[in-house]
């Protein structure tokens, strides 16, 4: 019959996809890949220092990190929800504490680092990068300032500590029209170093990556105008050796360099 | 250029093409079919979905399947997993969210066969299965293949609602979108325009193949 030859060469595709799908079994290889290759999750401001870290860790161990990046406010929320994080390193360890205050974690977690925040402006921007905010707020008063970009500070403490900033100036106010929020500070530091926006305070770990730094100069804000970015790591209840290991690596000499070299400081360091 | 999420991407538009065949077929059918009160209301509702931010549609998703709701709960205790932040949950989410592009295409299908025709098939003594595969499915094949090519293209590109209740884990609801996102806030422009690139060409083709099946449905009522 003419129509069912048209449909029998239509089946083929199908099946076709049907082997797509039914090839590896989806159950099985999630489960035994999340043994093997934990998920941790980081906060954005660790995307540059914590893929560095995970790579001298395969290196030194020869074992597999998968990781994700993103604001420390969403995974927590997410990890509540029930993600298959094996470990979290946040921005701020309020959002730790709080997990494991609610039974989410193995134990209260490490401090590993001190973060800052700096301001960045790219080139070509009429703002400087004047890190006691003079030329902001000359900037703002003229009219000079159409878009300024910050992480969201509801769930992006990189972003709350920007906030903090502007309101010990008195800047907040003036400035919040002309506010462009990033879902976490990665996503801030690009709008701060494209065209698009005249400038943007980011994380010192970002500003000092070659790939950011080659794209604006940036000045670092004082530690006192804002509360200090303690960011605290832990491990999650369905945390396996492969996590175990690596949370331990995190707090070794080789891993310890590479923050310090993203400018983070480290405790038990003076910044 | 993530392989892994573009394989995965491509396994979770075959994956709802899959379901969606025989949900499309049926339900595009009978919509196409039958007249009832309240019709109007069921094809608001499978239509819902193209108006619906995907976001909302994911806030929905996460409250009734998360963790916390019944039906996460049931999933956890009959599977030993979450049902979100999987590929799982990724798939009946996609699936759900498809439906209008699945079945509208194969709803105008089924429409477009003459009564005559379908009459006749009864006439000839055909059951009504027999009368789907001998003579309703070889004259609305255009249309559903539209309609899986619809909806292999739109999921490819699905991306709001793979964000929220996805939570981007690599391997597992890490899509190429989700990648393409991920490389540009990691300032990789190299790999995310690789990866636009990719998914512009694919939606391009998607959307060839798709006008050229149009073609021939209407040639065929032509």
């Given at each position: 019959m003419f129509g069912s030859v048209s449909l029998r060469s239509a089946l083929r595709p199908l099946l076709a996809i049907a082997m797509l799908v039914f090839a590896p079994d989806l159950g099985a290889v999630a489960q035994t890949r999340s043994d093997e290759r934990p998920v941790v999750a980081g906060a954005?401001?660790?995307?540059f220092a914590l893929e560095e870290i995970a790579k001298a860790f395969a290196a030194d161990t020869r074992l597999a990190v998968t990781l994700a990046l993103g604001s420390s406010g969403n995974f927590a929320r997410q990890i509540r929800q029930g993600a298959p994080f094996q470990m979290y390193l946040s921005a701020d360890e309020r959002y730790v504490l709080d997990l494991a205050r609610d039974g989410f974690t193995l134990d209260q977690g490490t401090l590993y680092a001190v973060g800052r925040i700096v301001i960045i402006v790219p080139r070509?921007?009429?703002?400087?990068?004047d890190e006691t905010f003079a030329d902001l707020s000359a900037a703002l008063a003229a009219g000079r300032v159409t878009r300024f970009a910050i992480a969201n500070p509801e769930h992006a403490p990189y972003g709350k500590r920007a906030e903090e900033a502007l309101r010990h100036n008195r800047l907040w106010d003036a400035i919040k029209p002309y506010l462009v929020l990033g879902e976490n500070v990665s996503q801030a530091a690009q709008f701060a170093t494209?065209?698009?926006?005249q400038g943007g305070i980011i994380a010192y770990s970002l500003a000092l990556s070659p790939r950011v730094s080659a794209l604006g100069t940036y000045r670092l804000i004082p530690e006192s105008w804002h509360s200090p970015l303690r960011q605290r790591m832990v491990l999650l209840k369905s945390a396996g050796p492969v996590a175990k290991r690596f949370y331990a690596y995190v707090q070794e000499p080789a891993a310890r360099t590479i923050f310090r070299k993203y400018g983070f400081v480290l405790p038990g360091e003076d910044g | 250029m993530d392989w892994t999420a573009l394989w995965l991407s491509l396994r979770l538009a075959a994956c709802t093409v899959l379901f969606l065949l025989p949900i499309g077929i049926t339900l595009g059918r009978w919509l196409a079919y039958r007249d009832f009160a309240g019709k109007g209301i069921a094809e608001a509702l499978v239509a819902l979905p193209l108006v619906l931010p995907p976001t909302v549609f994911g806030y929905y998703l996460l409250v009734s399947?998360?963790?916390?709701?019944p039906v996460g709960q049931l999933w956890q205790a009959a599977f030993g997993r979450q049902l979100v932040f999987t590929f799982d949950g990724l798939l009946a989410a996609s699936i759900i969210f498809n439906l209008p592009f699945a079945i509208q295409p194969m709803q105008r299908g089924f429409e477009a066969i003459p009564p005559e025709v379908r009459e006749a098939a009864a006439c000839c003594g055909m059951s009504p299965w027999r009368a789907l595969l001998k003579v309703e499915l070889p004259l609305a094949w255009p249309a559903i293949l539209t309609a899986m090519v619809l909806s292999f293209a739109h999921t490819l590109g699905e991306f709001g609602i793979v964000l929220m209740v996805g939570g981007s884990v690599p391997g597992e609801t890490k899509t190429i979108a989700i990648a393409i996102y991920d490389r540009v806030q990691a300032f990789d422009d190299v790999a995310a325009a690789q990866m636009a690139a990719l998914l512009l060409a694919l939606s391009l083709a998607t959307i060839a193949l798709t006008y050229a099946f149009s073609r021939r449905i209407g040639r065929r009522l032509g």
């Open positions: 954005s401001d660790l995307q070509g921007s009429p703002l400087k990068a494209s065209a698009n926006a | 399947f998360g963790a916390a709701s």
